[in-house]
């Protein structure tokens, strides 16, 4: 899933969908699946090879995939950086942003270490998911960021391909017209189904600019059918002089996504 991550896919495109969808409360959401098989003896693997997934992986995997790496946008052709070494490299978009500010380059930079912290996450709050706290950004700046989170389940039997061609394209066009610094794809949990995906902006305007796209609009009309559990969550993240790490509250007003001042 990408850039379908604005609305109700069974509503049409309106931005007070931001406001409306409310969160999974639903216990039984995180329940095991009636039908969850048994885990299996995983297969060696290497970790740091992106693994393909389709309808049969996800439902029959043949090893534990606990997480991917984030997928990072690519910064504009003017913008370089030096390597960064981590234990899992992020993957990267083949779009590239149009502009990114400096604090937000900073955040981009940290954002190659984002994991989650425990095996379970997709059943956690989003600001406890997350290595939040260990992103190390320069103490004496100061910003404020727009996330979106999605928690879903898959409806069985629906049809994944399609879906996810579609999605691919609504990313690559959300990046290319700017705003959108990381997607976190997710890995449904094998037990309940649950997956918990988020995408991180450099404000909420960019986020409602992307709702209008073609690939998106698109992304939305093949999702109606492919999710039994579709809860939209929204966040602002924050990070403060004197500090190094992101602070995570949920959003509220109108706006996110400035330069403190």
């Given at each position: ?34 039908d969850a098989q048994p885990a ?187 999710y039994e559990i579709y809860a ?30």
């Open positions: 899933m990408g850039l379908i991550l604005y609305q109700r896919p069974s509503e049409s495109i309106n931005d007070s969908l931001l406001d409306d969808a409310q969160p999974v409360r639903d216990a039984k959401a995180f329940e095991p699946l009636e299996r003896e995983p297969e060696r693997r290497d970790p740091h090879v992106v693994p393909t997934f389709t309808t049969e992986s996800i439902t029959n995997p043949t090893s534990t995939i606990l997480y991917l790496p984030p997928l990072l946008s690519s910064l504009p052709q003017d913008v370089s950086i030096p390597s960064i070494i981590v234990e899992r490299q992020p993957m990267a978009t083949d779009s590239r942003l149009p502009n990114i500010d400096p604090v937000s380059l900073s955040l981009h930079k940290a954002l190659h270490h984002f994991r989650p912290l425990a095996e379970g996450y997709a059943a956690h709050p989003y600001s406890l998911a997350f290595n939040w706290s260990e992103l190390d950004l320069p103490v004496d700046e100061e910003r404020e960021w727009y996330a979106v989170a999605f928690r879903s389940r898959r409806k069985k039997g629906s049809d994944s391909e399609p879906l996810y061609e579609a999605d691919r394209l609504a990313h690559e066009e959300a990046v290319s017209n700017g705003g959108l610094l990381m997607y976190w794809y997710g890995v449904p949990d094998p037990q309940t189904g649950m997956n918990l995906a988020t995408c991180i902006w450099q404000s909420r305007k960019h986020a409602i600019a992307a709702n209008s796209r073609p690939h998106h609009i698109q992304a939305m009309k093949l999702a109606t059918a492919s939209l969550e929204r966040y602002r993240l924050s990070k403060f002089k004197g500090e190094k790490g992101i602070f995570v509250e949920e959003f509220s007003g109108l706006d996110c996504g400035m330069v403190r001042s």
